[in-house]
Structure formats: C-alpha cells, structure tokens
C-alpha cells in the first residue's frame, strides 16, 4: 500500500537518478556546435591581444608604484584590482571563444586568485577551506604570507628560492589559529576586551591577562593536535617560534612576541598556546595599536622548527651602523644557544668584514664569556660556565666569519634592504639560517648626498642616457651576457644580467641579478615585471649593451639616472642602501606589497611543464602567460579548423617554388588589384608572408638536385613510407597585412610558422614548429639538434622532444621580426632531405657552419 508520509523519502531516492538520467541525455543527444567563422575567431585573437597589453601595462602600473617615487590611495588599487578582474575575464572568455570552450576551469583559478585580493582590499584576511591547518616549510606557499606569517613566510622563499641552508620544521597556519579562536569561542571574547581597551576603559596590563588567560585556557582542535603530534615525531626537541602576520616583513615586532627552544616533542602543543598568547602581550598590544594592526591582520602562526645543537650562534648586520662608509658588514657570535645575544645579557666576539668577496676581517673584537646556554639534557635551556681556557676564545674562526659574510650579501641583495639575520653554527660547522628580517636603523644624517654631475667627472661612464627604466634603483657586479641556456645555467650571484631580449625563462636567474639591461623589451614586459617584484634595478631598451659591456667587467648601474659606470661606485651603492624608506612604512604601501604578491609573480615559465595548466595559475601574471600561450596554440592548429573555412576563398600562390601554397586572405594580405584564384610573390602585402617567401626563394635555398643515399637512409627512408604517407597535411596560409599562420608539408616534413609583424613590438612574434622526416629516430634527432642550433644563434627559445622542434621569440621590432622571418625561409629549405645527409653526429657542426657561412651576407643579426 503506499504510504503517503514516504513521499519525501522516495523524492530524495529518485532526484538524482533523474538528475543523471537528465545528464546523458545531454550527453547523447547535445546540439551541434555552434562554430564561430575563422575570421570572427581571429578578431577574438586580436581583441586577446590588447587586453593581454592592457593587463600586462596595469601590473606594470603597480609595481612602479611600489618604488615609492608616487602617492596613492586605497581608491586607487580597488580600481586597478577592479580594471584587473574585468580584463581578466574578457580574455578567459575570448580563450574559450577560440578554442570552443575548452579553459572552463580558468574561471574557477582566477575566483581562487581575486577571492583572497578582495578580501585584502575590504581589511580581512583570506584564509580558504582548502588552506590547510598545518604545512611543511619545504611546502610552504611563499605567496601566503598572510597563511604563515612574516617569519615563516621569510624563511620559506630563503629556503626554496635561495636554498640556503635553513632548519626543516612545520608551520602552524593562521587557519589554525583561526580554528583555535572558533572552537574554543574566544573571538567574540576577544574583539568586545580590545574594543573596551581601546575606548580607554580598561588598561593595557588587565586586558593583556584577560586576553592571554582565555588562550592558554583553551584546547587545541583534534585535528590541529593530531597534525602536530605527527610531525613532531621526526625529532626529539623543538624550537617553537611566533610568525605573526607581518612580522619580520613590512614590521620587525622584534622580541615582542614568545619563542621557546628545546621543546620536548611532546610539549609543542602546550608551548604552541604559549605563542598564541604572546600575540596579546602588553608590548604587543601597544606596538599594534601604534601600526594600526588590532584588526584581523592581527594573527598568529607559529614556526616550529628542529633544535640546533649550536656549538655557536650570533646575528649578522648587513650594514656596519657604526661606520656606514666602510662598505663591511658586522657579525655578532657567542657560544652556545643564541639567547644571551638577543636579550642583550651577554657581550658578543664583534667581527666587521668585507661585504665584497672574499670577504676579509677588518677587525674582531674578542670578549669574555661569563657564560654559556645549552640545550638542558631533558628539555629546554641550562646555564653553563665554560672552562677558565675557554672564556676568551673566538667563538668562530674566520671561515665561518667568511661564509656568513656570503650568505648575509645573498639574503640582502634577495629582500633589497639591509638585513638582520639571526644565525646558527652545529657541531658540524654548517652555518643555519635562523631568521632575516629588515635591519632597522636610523638615518644617517651627515653621510654626503650623491651629486650624479661629481660621479660623471670621477668614474668612467660606459653607457649613459640610453633605454627606459623597467625598475628604478642601483646595482653592481660583474657584466654576464646571457645568449643561450647555457649562460643562463652558469649565471653566478650578484652578477650583472645583460641581454639581447627579455624573455619569460629568463626569470629564474632574476633574483641572483645585482641588475639587468636589455637591448629590448619594455616596461611592460614579462620580465620587467618580475624584476620589479624582486626589486632588481633594470634598463631595457639600451641598444648595443651586449657590445658595450665586457663579460665579466665590474660596473655599477645606475637606472634612477640612466648611467652604467666602469667599476664600482661605491658612494652610489652605499647612497642607495641606505636612503630613506619611511614610505613602506604607510599602510597603503604594506597594501600594495602583498597585493602584488598575488598580481605580478610568475610561476608558469615553461609551456611544456607538467604544471602549465589552469590549476597551476597562482597569480594573475600566471593566467595572462597561460592565456597568450594557448590561445597563440590554438590559433596554430589550423586543422582543426577546417570545417570553419566552408565559403572561403582561397588563393593560389604561382611561383618557381613548386609547394601548391594555398592563401586565405582575412584582410589587407593580397593586392586589391589581384583577380581569378590565383596570385604572385610580388601581389602578397602581408608582410611576414612576403618576408619568409623571399627567404624560401632565395638563390640556392631551393635545391632539386638529387643526393647521394647510404644504405642505413635507404632502407630506413622505405619503413617510413608507409606511415608517414598516411598523415593529412595541407600548404596553407592564413595572412593579414601583420599576420601569418603557415602550414607546409614538405615530403614528410611538416613546418608550422606564426608570425605577427606589427609597427608595436609587444604584438610581435615567431613561432615556429618542425616535426617528421623518412629516416630512422636517431637521424631525425641529428637533424632536430641541427635546427636547434640555427635557431639559438638567432636568439629564439628552443625546445626539442626527439624530432620535434619547437622555437619561439617575441616582442621584437618589425625589422628584427622581418630578419628572422628571412632566416627561416631559408631554413625551410635548408632542411629538405637534411636527415638523409647526417650519418654521424659529427656532421651536425659541419653543416651549422655551412648554414651560417650561406646566410651570413644576407642576414646579418649580429649587430642588431
């Protein structure tokens, strides 16, 4: 009988079978495809491109802000956040226009971005389901701060950036404090005691005790204790550590919050309420209401990291405050645990050295140790008075003195500022970092101004008035010329970075650059912006540096001024180290800081990486690369819009070279004066065509004179027919007056060219493709290895997968674009029948030079 009351029941039961059933119906049974028109498709591309332009000058915008040269408001970053966000969604929906919606996840990725960017522009942090409670510094997202805190945030980009030697631990997120806070009920509790504190009616000492009480009472959350006892079984004692937001970042709050060393294991969940509590200590609580931070900013993480049994520890000065002038540095050692020196109870060894390599002592002053702290055998610290032989020892020898010399100029060139570090030296002798933080000092008043005018008459200028100023600032080092990967491999630290192109890939070197030039590029560029979110001074735009500028000569550049100096201008870089920063103090400028942590960083260098996808996007440089990259593939993969092409037009393209080139004009590529179906060489106007068809008709490009076959090329040429005849391939190009899309099939040779040769160098590109051939692998391979080096002496950016060639470049001038265009024209010919004649790798040098000696007199890039 049936029950009226299971109504409900059967309802639930039923609904998402019907819900399923609803979804392979649509499955079977989709309308067909709505397609877009190839031309339509190619004014998506073009709309793609400018609001590429337009987010890429926006960042740039953004971080010329950060420099401090200009005044801004709150107003300001919404609006360019806002500007931001719209760009970004129309060039997501113009990828999916072009690829028949094929990116749909990147509307999830950019809501994973601009969520947490909100949510720092209305005052509150960001902390998503899916960040998680507790991470491994080795995991640590160092674009996260506001998850990790200032300190952990630090010493995660000095370890995964950097890889300098730091103690592996975990953090404690400000997710799980936040966790804390929820479970136990005390975030009510907490806003109604400062709210009452800071409208004067209770004092700072009762509302600290009231505040820390209600904390230490509290019970950890099972899952956060459960995390933690599981990662505390990796060692025995553990130091326990703040890492409040912001601390040791945009502010120090300097010994004002807990750290605990020598923590039992077991204890760290007791010593973690510890550090929760010292967030609302009375020191605490004043400095953050003097930094305006008692709003959510105010969290904490906590660092744990494992004990190290320091034979010795100190802190490092980048700056020598007592005589700035001296271009040294100062470290600071004591035996023992680090305690005594940063409470200020012991008298430290005082070493002043070098800051310049090899790092020589000036001075060490050696003081008496009344005594020493060491990890106590059962947990936490014991006093201990050293041997009467042993008090006036070094507390290290000058090796170590040296090594911590290095590191400390390797921390300070990274952050851009003088730096603190806290450090430490095991039984071993390795050298941990411990903690680095701004050096805060006050002005220096009576050190000389820097007069550019008095600078020009005593040091030899090498470059001057020349380029455009990506990132303000001055660096110095010895010149390296970056011309293939392998340069960009070696590239040492501290170096000058000098190039002919900026180019994505050039990234990973940015951070150990002292400063950049390039021949090309723009501010507005890939890599202007990195430099500019490492702070790394940069010139682009300076014609013949790489001739100017000897490999590996010292020079000071100045970009505030537009001048590169012979040497090391050493009043200049002191200037620069030491000149007033008082603006990145403002909260606007604290604001803009962690906003461009998740606007202009770029993750996605490599098209080819496993995590080049929409997932991997974590910022919105990020999406922009990947964008572009996709939708210049798309647009490539010409065959795949062929049923697009139905009503077109095409032209015939009549010429000595018999390749059958079939023309799709989509405006502006084709004489107007040209009639019937077919045309000339001398009636194409789209330039790119135009230019690769000269280098393909070129005298002897085009050979037809048969050659001489072994036997191995034989016979391997004959078990390539059969699947290699098989493949589709047409001759087609689709041209504008700018713009070439290129797919030849040549034999059983298929090249693929996209070119754009605009008067606006950021809408220029090559990209070139070469796959297939009727020899074996190992031959294809000889020849793909061939073509990779043609290319790289050229400057383009090569990847090669067996016989698959890939190369790029981009943003070059027209003429530069059109030189290039005329080098592969020749290639195209060049490469006819080429693996037949490589039997050994040793033919691969002898035909380079053959190549570059034919195209030498026509194509001169050298000086360009």
Known sequence: MYDAGEQPYLCLRIEPVLAALQKLWKKVFKPPEELITFPELFEHFQALLQDHQKVMEIIADLGEKSGGDYVFDRKYLQDSVNELHVLLLHLIKGLNLISSNRYPDLYTTLDRIFLPIDAELRGRLSLAAEMPYV???????????????????????????????????????????????EQNQLEDRIHALISAWLGREADTLQTSRQLQYGLLAGVVPQEVGREIRRRTEAAPFWAVRSSAHGEDGELSFAGLHESLLQVPARGVPEAYKKILASLFSPEALSYRRQMDMLGEEAAMAVLCQEVIASRAS??????????????????????????????????????????????????????????????????????????????DLPAISDATAQTLARLAISLERYFKRPQEIEWALDQTGQVWILQSRALAFSQISDFPPVEVADLRERYSLLLQDQGVVAHAGVGAGPVWVVESDADLEQFPEGAVLVTRYTAPWLARVVPKAAAIIAERGSPAGHLATIARE?????????????????????????????????????????????????FEDASEFRQLRRLLKRVAPLHLIDPQAPDFTPEGCLSVHDVIRFVHEKAVQELMDLPRFLKRFKGAQLWTLVSEVPMGLKIWDLGGGIDPAAQGGEVTAAQIRSLPLKTLWEGVCAPGVWSTEPIQVDFSGLMSSLTRTTEAATAAGFNLAVITGTYLNLHLRLGYHFNLVDARMDADPHHNHIYFRFVGGVTDLTRRSRRARLLADILAKYHFKVDIKGDLVIAKILHLPQEEIRRRLLVLGHLIGFTRQLDMQLKSDEDVPAYLAKFLERLQPLVDLEGS
């Open 135 to 181: 991470v491994g510094l080795e995991d640590l997202p160092v674009d996260h701060p506001e998850l990790t805190g200032g300190k952990a945030a630090n010493l995660g980009e000095i370890s995964q950036r950097l890889h300098l030697p730091v103690p592996p631990g975990f953090i404690i997120t400000t997710r799980a404090f936040r966790y804390f806070l």
């Open 314 to 391: 100190g802190v490092v000065h980048t700056l020598n405050l007592e005589a700035p002038e001296t271009e040294c540095l100062t470290v600071y050692a004591y035996p023992g645990l680090g305690r005594p020196v940063m409470d200020g109870r012991a008298q430290p060894d005082r070493l002043v050295v070098e800051r310049q390599a090899p790092h020589h002592i000036r001075s060490r002053e050696v003081f008496p140790k009344e005594y020493v702290v060491r990890p106590a055998p059962g947990g936490g610290e014991e006093e201990v008075t050293p041997a009467p032989e042993e008090r």
């Open 534 to 582: 490492f702070r790394v001074p940069t010139l682009v735009g300076v014609e013949k540096a790489t001739g100017v500028l000897t490999p590996g000569t010292e020079v000071t550049v100045d970009t505030n001024n537009r001048l590169v100096y012979a040497g090391r201008v050493q009043e200049l870089l002191h200037y620069e180290l030491l000149e007033a920063t008082s």
